[in-house]
Protein backbone atom coordinates (compact mmCIF):
# COMPACT_ATOMS: atom_id res chain seq x y z
CA UNK A 1 0.00 0.00 0.00
CA UNK A 2 1.64 3.15 -0.76
CA UNK A 3 -0.30 5.67 1.38
CA UNK A 4 -2.78 7.02 -0.83
CA UNK A 5 -6.20 6.95 -0.01
CA UNK A 6 -8.30 4.82 -1.37
CA UNK A 7 -11.12 7.68 -2.41
CA UNK A 8 -8.28 9.58 -3.92
CA UNK A 9 -8.53 10.83 -6.73
CA UNK A 10 -12.31 12.27 -6.18
CA UNK A 11 -14.23 11.94 -8.73
CA UNK A 12 -16.43 14.55 -10.02
CA UNK A 13 -19.73 14.04 -7.77
CA UNK A 14 -18.55 12.23 -4.96
CA UNK A 15 -18.99 14.91 -2.84
CA UNK A 16 -22.33 15.22 -3.91
CA UNK A 17 -22.79 11.77 -3.24
CA UNK A 18 -21.43 11.93 0.19
CA UNK A 19 -24.17 14.29 0.81
CA UNK A 20 -26.86 12.95 -0.58
CA UNK A 21 -26.72 10.26 1.66
CA UNK A 22 -25.97 12.25 5.00
CA UNK A 23 -28.93 14.41 4.36
CA UNK A 24 -31.20 10.85 3.68
CA UNK A 25 -29.37 9.70 7.45
CA UNK A 26 -30.65 13.13 8.69
CA UNK A 27 -34.73 12.97 7.35
CA UNK A 28 -34.42 9.15 8.30
CA UNK A 29 -34.01 9.71 11.57
CA UNK A 30 -37.02 11.47 12.94
CA UNK A 31 -38.88 9.04 11.08
CA UNK A 32 -37.26 5.97 12.60
CA UNK A 33 -37.63 7.74 15.57
CA UNK A 34 -41.90 7.88 14.50
CA UNK A 35 -41.87 4.52 13.52
CA UNK A 36 -40.51 3.21 17.32
CA UNK A 37 -42.65 5.10 19.21
CA UNK A 38 -45.93 3.88 17.29
CA UNK A 39 -44.23 0.08 17.73
CA UNK A 40 -44.04 0.85 21.48
CA UNK A 41 -47.26 2.49 21.65
CA UNK A 42 -48.25 -0.72 20.16
CA UNK A 43 -46.36 -3.17 21.99
CA UNK A 44 -48.08 -0.95 24.63
CA UNK A 45 -51.55 -1.84 23.27
CA UNK A 46 -51.18 -5.17 23.07
CA UNK A 47 -49.66 -6.36 26.44
CA UNK A 48 -53.06 -4.07 28.14
CA UNK A 49 -55.22 -6.47 25.90
CA UNK A 50 -53.36 -9.48 27.24
CA UNK A 51 -53.60 -8.75 30.60
CA UNK A 52 -56.87 -7.69 30.04
CA UNK A 53 -57.71 -11.44 28.45
CA UNK A 54 -55.69 -13.34 30.86
CA UNK A 55 -57.87 -11.97 33.80
CA UNK A 56 -61.20 -13.06 31.35
CA UNK A 57 -59.50 -16.42 30.99
CA UNK A 58 -58.82 -16.59 35.28
CA UNK A 59 -62.56 -15.32 35.48
CA UNK A 60 -63.41 -18.33 33.32
CA UNK A 61 -61.36 -20.91 34.93
CA UNK A 62 -62.60 -20.34 38.41
CA UNK A 63 -66.39 -19.95 36.70
CA UNK A 64 -65.85 -23.58 35.54
CA UNK A 65 -64.80 -24.90 38.70
CA UNK A 66 -67.56 -23.63 40.61
CA UNK A 67 -70.08 -25.17 37.91
CA UNK A 68 -68.09 -28.54 38.22
CA UNK A 69 -68.55 -28.40 42.16
CA UNK A 70 -72.44 -27.58 41.68
CA UNK A 71 -72.74 -29.86 38.81
CA UNK A 72 -70.94 -32.98 41.54
CA UNK A 73 -72.78 -31.72 44.52
CA UNK A 74 -76.25 -31.56 42.31
CA UNK A 75 -75.43 -35.06 41.04
CA UNK A 76 -75.15 -36.50 44.43
CA UNK A 77 -78.34 -35.06 45.68
CA UNK A 78 -79.88 -36.69 42.71
CA UNK A 79 -78.38 -40.02 43.48
CA UNK A 80 -79.31 -39.83 46.68
CA UNK A 81 -83.23 -38.46 46.26
CA UNK A 82 -83.39 -41.60 43.47
CA UNK A 83 -82.20 -44.08 46.14
CA UNK A 84 -85.29 -42.45 48.47
CA UNK A 85 -87.52 -42.46 45.79
CA UNK A 86 -86.78 -46.19 45.59
CA UNK A 87 -86.58 -46.79 49.06
CA UNK A 88 -89.80 -45.39 49.44
CA UNK A 89 -90.80 -47.66 46.15
CA UNK A 90 -89.92 -50.64 47.92
CA UNK A 91 -91.69 -49.61 51.27
CA UNK A 92 -94.97 -48.95 49.51
CA UNK A 93 -94.79 -52.09 47.77
CA UNK A 94 -93.84 -54.34 51.24
CA UNK A 95 -96.40 -52.54 52.98
CA UNK A 96 -99.01 -53.74 50.09
CA UNK A 97 -98.07 -57.15 50.10
CA UNK A 98 -98.17 -57.33 53.70
CA UNK A 99 -101.68 -55.72 53.81
CA UNK A 100 -102.80 -58.47 51.50
CA UNK A 101 -101.98 -61.49 53.66
CA UNK A 102 -104.36 -60.98 56.33
CA UNK A 103 -106.98 -60.90 53.94
CA UNK A 104 -106.17 -64.14 52.30
Known amino acids: SSGINAEW ?3 P ?5 KQAVA ?19 K ?18 KLQ ?7 KASWS ?4 ELHEQVKQAKKEKSTDCDSALIPLL
Open 76 to 79: ASQS
Open 9 to 11: PLR
Open 23 to 41: EKRTSEAPETKILIQDLEE
Open 13 to 17: GDNDK
Open 43 to 60: VALLTAKNKEKMKEIEKQ
Open 64 to 70: ISQLTQY
